[in-house]
């Protein structure tokens, strides 16, 4: 009780302690507000435009979730597929990995030009982020069972189909849900850099156009809440796992 109480209130100081050192040094310093605003001053203006920064956040985390499920629907599916048959995950995986690899900031104008300015492109943005963790974790977990286990289930006749919902699902659990939480993660990024281009609403949005109006207290309170947008959708895919692998220890 005593280890999570800690684990719990050390941050919480922490972050106090870093928030009041930040305001005493910018303050005895005068250091320009423009570059660098005090915390009082950032949550004064946090406070006054919760609404519109909320509304902008429902947008940007909706957009997250949506490309969040999608990738990670898609990412199972193609993970049992790998587990299954080593023929066609040589030939793909290469494919895969060049897709992460490549920064979605440079893909984001072509998925404008594929799914429109609208909110298609920030789903699709946060889609292509989510969705190789949770392959590459999925097959590691599809693939990584107990060889005694595997031997007992083949002595007993299993059919591949009662292997895999018996054995390999429920020991893939652990591996699935440590990658959703980094998806989840993920995903409010990728809807946020979908957002840099081409939107009208969102954190993203607000995050730029602050930018170009050099409205730095601004671009803070948007920072702010798209971090609290991230905690959230990882908070939420966190409390799933417990319920849902509730057999192992966290």
Do not use: C
Request: glycine content about 6%; charged content about 15%; hydrophobic content about 55%.
């Amino acid at each position: 009780m005593k280890t999570k109480l800690k684990r719990t209130l050390t941050p919480i100081f922490v972050s106090l302690g870093v928030l009041v050192i930040w305001e005493f040094v910018v303050s005895i310093t005068n250091y320009p507000e423009y570059l660098l605003p005090r915390p009082s001053v950032i949550f004064s203006a946090l406070v006054a435009n919760f609404n519109s920064l909320l509304y902008h956040t429902g947008i940007t985390l909706f957009e997250a979730m949506v490309g969040f499920m999608i990738a990670n629907i898609l990412a199972f599916f193609i993970a049992v597929i790998f587990t299954h048959s080593k023929t066609i995950e040589t030939g793909f995986r290469p494919f895969v990995v060049a897709l992460q690899t490549t920064p979605i900031i440079a893909m984001a104008p072509l998925l404008v030009l594929w799914f429109g300015s609208d909110i298609g492109s920030k789903i699709a943005a946060a889609a292509l982020v989510s969705f190789f963790p949770t392959i590459i974790n999925g097959v590691k977990g599809l693939e990584t069972i107990d060889e005694e286990a595997l031997d007992l289930f083949k002595s007993f006749s299993a059919t591949r189909r009662q292997i895999f919902a018996k054995l390999r699902l429920p020991n893939s659990l652990h591996f699935f849900f440590q990658a959703l939480k980094t998806s989840a993660a993920l995903s409010v990024i990728g809807a946020i850099v979908g957002e840099f281009v081409g939107a009208n609403r969102g954190i993203g949005y607000i995050i730029l156009t602050s930018t170009y109006h050099m409205e730095t207290v601004k671009m803070f309170t948007a920072i702010i809440m798209s971090a609290a947008a991230g905690m959230l959708f990882f908070g939420i895919v966190s409390l799933i796992e417990k319920k849902v692998v509730f057999w192992q220890k966290f």
